[in-house]
């Protein structure tokens, strides 16, 4: 096996038929990976297979092939000239994660941990998920023949539902929060015998090293030269913590020379991060949000990030920055990326964009550094968001009228 399993905890290893569950049999801790570097050195990517796959040297996954798929990965890494000249900046990078199957960078992990299922001989799967991970659990399962359950709160959007639904997923509206709908997942286990693909690398630890690919992606696409800073939003904290991981991994192959600072966005309505970020908490002191979320940006409105404290460690220890954002910044960055770029991105995925404005004007950000913006989901995903932001077109009445039309639009 070319990777070790061990527990963060009280740091005993174990093998793959052990950690099938999430937890340290011993101790209950977490478990994490390495991989020997040394050995892996020279031969990181296998430039004969597609997509997160190039990188199964630094996956905990069997190199058999046999790996549940639709491609993703390889997104495209956007120079964005416009939006640099806007706002100041030596340059912009936009990694369009929208590119995805099914639209969001939550597919990288729906492949490894489907793969994992299926190399545990699992025939049913759950997740709690009212967001993307939802959606790419369903369609990735449904690719590989098992059964999925879906548990999410029962405020969630039809709209997001049916996404899940159309895959043929068993979807379950729980009363109460995507905590307790996460909790029920862990309570059942034993009765129902499910593999979980939740997104959080406390409950699933393989799914969480399919992100870190996504820094590696990077990397590649801007031929070693490392970006002064990588934003992302943050929800459970999972992706700003795995591309940490990820430009660390590559820097200890040698591959690159430096790290870049990370930065977390979470909207205004529901920071739980950024709280603990301006009252200078330690990583294990973050604290549940209180109030009831409100954002535009529902995906990312976690009233607690599971992955917190790795990515609050993350943004400490790359000596970047946490910051809030509101419905009507996100909006704007939204317009902003679609109309200069041409990027579709959901409110959470415009939500990094709407953070470079702030920390550029507060001096964080100085002009001759390079940013690099993950947008994570399409926006096809969230249209209610765009539809209440924007202004009716006009009606044409009558053919007299197009001139003026199409004079008031030119301005």
Same mark, same amino acid.
């Given at each position: 096996m070319h990777y070790q399993i061990y527990c963060e905890k009280c740091g005993i290893e174990l093998t793959d038929k052990i950690s099938a569950g999430k937890k340290c049999p011993e101790c209950n801790g977490s478990l994490r990976f390495k991989y020997d570097y040394d050995k892996?050195?020279?031969?990181?990517?296998?430039?004969? /297979?597609?997509?997160i796959w190039k990188y199964i040297n630094l996956l905990p996954l069997s190199k058999d092939g046999n790996y549940v798929t639709y491609s993703e990965g390889d997104t495209p890494l956007l120079r964005s000239s416009n939006l640099a000249e806007k706002l100041g900046l030596?340059? /912009?990078?936009i990694k369009d994660e929208t590119q995805n199957p099914t639209g969001s960078f939550k597919d990288r992990a729906a492949a490894v941990s489907l793969t994992k299922a299926v190399e545990f001989k699992k025939d049913l799967v759950a997740i709690g998920s009212g967001g993307n991970a939802a959606a790419s659990a369903a369609a990735y399962a449904a690719r590989a023949n098992l059964d999925c359950f879906v548990f999410l709160p029962a405020t969630t959007p039809m709209e997001r539902v049916a996404q899940s639904l159309i895959y043929g997923a068993k979807v379950i509206r729980v009363k109460g929060s995507i905590n307790d709908a996460i909790n029920l997942i862990s309570k059942y286990q034993d009765e129902f015998d499910w593999y979980e693909l939740t997104t959080a690398k406390p409950l699933n630890p393989y799914q969480g090293e399919a992100v870190k690919t996504i820094a590696f992606e990077i990397c590649e696409q801007m031929k070693g030269v490392v970006p002064d800073w990588v934003i992302t939003p943050v929800g459970g904290g999972g992706i700003l913590s795995q591309c940490w991981k990820g430009f660390n991994e590559y820097k200890q192959l040698g591959l690159i020379d430096s790290l870049p600072k990370m930065a977390g966005v979470q909207p205004a309505g529901c920071a739980p991060l950024i709280k603990a970020f301006d009252d200078k908490c330690k990583p294990d002191q973050i604290k549940v949000w209180e109030g009831k979320p409100e954002s535009i940006a529902v995906t990312i409105a976690d009233v607690f990030p599971i992955d917190g404290e790795a990515?609050?460690?993350?943004?400490?220890?790359s000596g970047g920055v946490a910051e809030k954002t509101t419905d009507e910044e996100i909006i704007e960055a939204m317009k902003l990326m679609a109309q200069n770029e041409g990027v579709f991105a959901e409110p959470a995925g415009a939500a990094p964009l709407a953070a470079v404005k702030k920390l550029r004007d507060k001096g964080i950000i100085g002009s001759d550094e390079t940013v690099v913006v993950v947008a994570t989901g399409h926006g096809l995903k969230d249209l209610n968001a765009v539809v209440s932001n924007v202004k009716r077109p006009p009606i044409l009445e009558s053919e007299e009228e197009l001139p003026l039309i199409v004079k008031r639009y030119l301005g």
């Amino acid at each position: 096996m070319h990777y070790q399993i061990y527990c963060e905890k009280c740091g005993i290893e174990l093998t793959d038929k052990i950690s099938a569950g999430k937890k340290c049999p011993e101790c209950n801790g977490s478990l994490r990976f390495k991989y020997d570097y040394d050995k892996i050195k020279g031969q990181v990517i296998r430039k004969d /297979l597609p997509g997160i796959w190039k990188y199964i040297n630094l996956l905990p996954l069997s190199k058999d092939g046999n790996y549940v798929t639709y491609s993703e990965g390889d997104t495209p890494l956007l120079r964005s000239s416009n939006l640099a000249e806007k706002l100041g900046l030596r340059g /912009l990078f936009i990694k369009d994660e929208t590119q995805n199957p099914t639209g969001s960078f939550k597919d990288r992990a729906a492949a490894v941990s489907l793969t994992k299922a299926v190399e545990f001989k699992k025939d049913l799967v759950a997740i709690g998920s009212g967001g993307n991970a939802a959606a790419s659990a369903a369609a990735y399962a449904a690719r590989a023949n098992l059964d999925c359950f879906v548990f999410l709160p029962a405020t969630t959007p039809m709209e997001r539902v049916a996404q899940s639904l159309i895959y043929g997923a068993k979807v379950i509206r729980v009363k109460g929060s995507i905590n307790d709908a996460i909790n029920l997942i862990s309570k059942y286990q034993d009765e129902f015998d499910w593999y979980e693909l939740t997104t959080a690398k406390p409950l699933n630890p393989y799914q969480g090293e399919a992100v870190k690919t996504i820094a590696f992606e990077i990397c590649e696409q801007m031929k070693g030269v490392v970006p002064d800073w990588v934003i992302t939003p943050v929800g459970g904290g999972g992706i700003l913590s795995q591309c940490w991981k990820g430009f660390n991994e590559y820097k200890q192959l040698g591959l690159i020379d430096s790290l870049p600072k990370m930065a977390g966005v979470q909207p205004a309505g529901c920071a739980p991060l950024i709280k603990a970020f301006d009252d200078k908490c330690k990583p294990d002191q973050i604290k549940v949000w209180e109030g009831k979320p409100e954002s535009i940006a529902v995906t990312i409105a976690d009233v607690f990030p599971i992955d917190g404290e790795a990515a609050l460690s993350a943004i400490y220890e790359s000596g970047g920055v946490a910051e809030k954002t509101t419905d009507e910044e996100i909006i704007e960055a939204m317009k902003l990326m679609a109309q200069n770029e041409g990027v579709f991105a959901e409110p959470a995925g415009a939500a990094p964009l709407a953070a470079v404005k702030k920390l550029r004007d507060k001096g964080i950000i100085g002009s001759d550094e390079t940013v690099v913006v993950v947008a994570t989901g399409h926006g096809l995903k969230d249209l209610n968001a765009v539809v209440s932001n924007v202004k009716r077109p006009p009606i044409l009445e009558s053919e007299e009228e197009l001139p003026l039309i199409v004079k008031r639009y030119l301005g």
